[in-house]
Nanobody
Framework: QVQLVESGGSLVQAGGSLRLSCAAS????????MGWYRQAPGKQRELVAV???????GYVDSVKGRFTISRDNAKNTVYLQMNSLKPEDTAVYSC?????????WGQGTQVTVSS
């Protein structure tokens, strides 16, 4: 059983930065992929960024150039560095891990960007 714990969400002004962390109970180097998702009120959850086991990354168009996903295998932690935040980035951000065909989710962390 994999457990994921997110942290780092907060209230920030537009243009500011935040770094989200997702700490895993297992060795993330064995995970097929890890990703950050977000869900804003009244909207569907969307994939924001993903990092695959080989290190390749992907981003939704709306965050390209502003967000960076990275991982620290020694700390079993995946990060999401968010810069130039906009009010439309306001959402609950959740971490997902994929391991041997199974998905694991964290509880989420709230990010609120004020204008």
């Amino acid at each position: 059983q994999v457990q994921l714990v997110e942290s780092g969400g907060s209230l920030v002004q537009a243009g500011g930065s935040l770094r989200l962390s997702c700490a895993a109970s297992g060795s993330i180097s064995t995970f097929n992929a890890m990703g950050w998702y977000r869900q804003a009120p009244g909207k569907q959850r969307e994939l924001v960024a993903v990092i695959h086991s080989g290190g390749s990354t992907g981003y939704v168009d709306s965050v390209k150039g502003r967000f960076t996903i990275s991982r620290d295998n020694a700390k079993n932690t995946v990060y999401l560095q968010m810069n130039s935040l906009k009010p439309e980035d306001t959402a609950v951000y959740s971490c997902k891990a994929v391991l041997s065909g199974r998905e694991y989710w964290g509880q989420g962390t709230q990010v609120t960007v004020s204008s």
